[in-house]
């Protein structure tokens, strides 16, 4: 079993830059993909970011390419989300998720929120 535990949500002006990490426990990630989404209120969960184990490809939503980077350090066991230029659109309940062939294991969230 596999847990995701999220940090380092908050709040920010727009513009203004986060760090989320996301730490994990139980089993050693270096061959999963990890992954970044999100949840605003009354919106569907949305696809962020996410970072092959193997490799370390890079994927990005539309939305965030240019402003947000995913990184991994599989020695921790973390997975990070540099979020920059922030908008107010950004604003959400942020998941790191783990895959093998599909996105099995879920962290609780760290809320996200930017005032313009």
């Known amino acids: 079993q596999v847990q995701l535990v999220e940090s380092g949500g908050g709040s920010v002006q727009a513009g203004g830059s986060l760090r989320l990490s996301c730490a994990a426990s139980g089993r050693t990630l270096s061959t999963y993909t990890m992954g970044w989404f999100r949840q605003a209120p009354g919106k569907e969960r949305e696809f962020v970011a996410s970072?092959?184990?193997?490799?370390?490809?890079?994927y990005y939503a539309d939305s965030v390419k240019g402003r947000f980077i995913i990184s991994r350090d599989n020695a921790k066991n973390t997975v990070y989300l540099q979020m920059n230029s922030l908008k107010p659109e950004d604003t959400a309940l942020y998941y790191c998720?783990?895959?093998?062939?599909?996105?099995?294991?879920w962290g609780q969230g760290t809320q996200v929120t930017v005032s313009s």
């Open positions: 998720a783990a895959a093998l062939f599909s996105y099995d294991y």
């Open positions: 970072i092959k184990g193997s490799g370390g490809s890079t």
